[in-house]
């Protein structure tokens, strides 16, 4: 198999985690919930394009809006904001399913907006949140600020078409996120175990991907840069930051957390 014929399984599998596993855990809730969302998840995507596709990903929806409100009443901004990311995902997602088109952005580019907003959007700023709350100091608050605040730049760039935005937004992604990998380090050496070698695979993961995240945004402006195609970025740039950053970032706190 080759990287582009990996694309589609990548990123349903990834999908399905960031709903089933990362948001969860992110948010502080039972799997339960987010579980039988991720299974609508599965089921939208094994099937084929349209309303019902589309319909079964409500849950997954009306769990964001839930988690956004309570959010909003208890007046936590980095769990509002996450939530706004999660609902983000659920309705790019649900656009994909409906094969529907906005701004003239077309697919696979929908369907990886859900999976931008899940992992670079609720998963790191996730991330970025749980180092504060373990040791709050100004480069963990950059950290989270940038990681919060890039997500809807990257956005702009693709609506407005304005490398400003899409390769500005790249490059404060993956300063965000890189700050946040390596912030993780020190908590890795202080911890034992699962948690501490889980941490640093978070923490090793995004440093290439990130760079071939900026590459890409920049060939899209400037065509001699050189960049890996979109089908070949899902199994690289995405694989990495999804499984390896997000992911195994979240099993690490959780692992820890429960002294395992």
């Not at 899209?220 to 999804?242: E, F, I, R």
Request: aromatic letters at 8%; charged letters at 10%; hydrophobic letters at 60%.
């Amino acid at each position: 198999m080759t990287l582009a014929e990996a694309m589609v399984p990548v990123m349903n599998v990834a999908l399905v985690m960031g709903v089933a596993v990362v948001m969860p855990i992110a948010f502080e809730r039972r799997f339960t919930p987010w579980q039988v969302s991720g299974l609508a998840v599965a089921a939208s995507l094994a099937v084929a394009p349209g309303w019902p596709a589309a319909i079964v990903l409500l849950p997954w929806l009306f769990l964001c809006v839930v988690e956004g409100v309570q959010a909003l009443r208890r007046k936590v901004l980095v769990h509002a904001v996450m939530a706004g990311f999660g609902a983000t995902a659920a309705l790019a997602l649900m656009t994909s399913r409906l094969e529907m088109t906005f701004f003239d952005i077309p697919e696979p580019i929908v369907k990886l907006t859900a999976l931008h907003f899940s992992f670079a959007g609720v998963g790191s700023l996730s991330l970025a949140s749980r180092l504060v709350a373990s040791r709050a100091s100004a480069a963990r608050r950059v950290a989270g600020l940038l990681v919060m605040v890039a997500p809807p730049i990257v956005a702009t760039g693709f609506i407005t078409r304005l490398a400003l935005f899409q390769v500005g937004g790249a490059v404060v992604m993956a300063a965000g996120v890189c700050a946040v990998a390596a912030l993780q380090v020190p908590e890795a050496l202080r911890r034992s175990g699962w948690s501490r070698a889980l941490l640093l695979v978070s923490s090793a993961s995004p440093w290439v991907a990130m760079a071939l995240g900026v590459a890409w945004a920049a060939s899209q402006y400037w065509p001699t840069v050189p960049a890996l195609s979109v089908p070949d970025m899902v199994p690289t740039h995405g694989a990495l930051n999804a499984f390896g950053f997000v992911l195994a970032g979240h099993l690490a706190w959780w692992v820890d957390e429960r002294g395992w």
